[in-house]
């Protein structure tokens, strides 16, 4: 995995647990897919939460020179996909999280730790 995708990964890691982002998981899927090569799934406990861990993982991100190319589900707050090209970042409510179950659908891929990165 390159550097880069390490540090956008720790990066965004880092502003979810400053937001208090909760069961924050990483899945590496660049084995089964080529839409990005990491997946970093979170939780929030309601609207306003999930928007503002949105919000600090784009301002984190940005000012370190990556920029989202498209976030998806902001107003409504209950699934907030964030795309950074390598890494995609999704953050839930916790009904919706427990609904798509995107570890179980994503189980091919290999989960990381935040310390391997």
Partial sequence: MEDRVKQMAKLAIDALED?????????????????????????????????????????KLGREGFPENHIEGYDNGNWILVDFGD??????????????DLERIWRDGKHIEKDSL
């Fill in 19 to 59: 937001k208090k982002g909760e069961s924050i998981s990483v899945l590496d899927i660049s084995e089964v897919s080529v839409i990005a090569d990491l997946f970093i799934i979170a939780g929030g406990s309601n609207k306003n939460q999930v928007q503002a861990l949105c919000d600090n993982v784009t301002e």
């Fill in 87 to 100: 890494i995609i970042v999704h953050i839930f409510d916790k009904e919706n999280r427990t609904l798509y």
